[in-house]
């Protein structure tokens, strides 16, 4: 019983955020401007770390949690840097 | 799903609102980033994402790894305490970036640079 509504909400919340991520990927391919774009990429980022973290409550397994981890910190990394670039033409001056 | 048989109940069912809460917020941030009409209320979406999305989530990630283990697996605060300190400090960048670039174009939808108040005599230089 615990077993099948896990499955079923498992599986609707997947769904859920893969039509999140399409949202973030049209956001991304159309957006009119640079930062536009970069906004959207931080989004998917965001949303590839919670997939992530569902993943790892479908399979039991924790090691996606450590993925889910690693996407986080890249995302942040990668915003500031593109941030930067946006502000002053470079990233590291 | 096997490993789910020997979950309580009770877990299943708040672990399952937990995830669909999680994933809905997510979505509808999303959605917003999608929809709104211009940049400056378009960077309010995704925060719903980055703080509700991924605080339900990891809520239902932690009880349900500490019901399945029967002890307390808490490292998920990681994520949490990490999403909450860097979103402000990205976004902000990034909309400086932003501001920056349209004021430099001279766009007529963001307020132009306030002019810089004179230095009086005598004051602190």
Known sequence: ?93 | MTHAVELPLWAAIVVACLLLLGAFLTLVGSIGLLRLRDFYARVHAPTLATTLGIGCVLLASMLFFTVLQTRPVLHEVLITAFMVLTTPVTLMLLTRASLYRDRREGSPDVPPIPARPLPKDGAER
């Open chain 1, 1 to 93: 019983m615990s077993a099948a509504i896990l499955f079923w909400a498992v599986l609707v919340a997947q769904l859920l955020l893969a039509a999140a991520m399409c949202c973030a990927v049209v956001r991304l391919l159309q957006g009119p401007r640079a930062q536009d774009r970069v906004l959207a990429l931080d989004t998917l980022y965001v949303n590839a770390a919670i997939l992530l973290l569902v993943f790892g409550i479908r399979t039991g397994s924790p090691l996606y949690f450590e993925a889910a981890l690693l996407i986080s910190l890249l995302g942040f990394v990668a915003t500031a840097a593109l941030a930067k670039f946006l502000l002053r033409g470079e990233v590291i001056e």
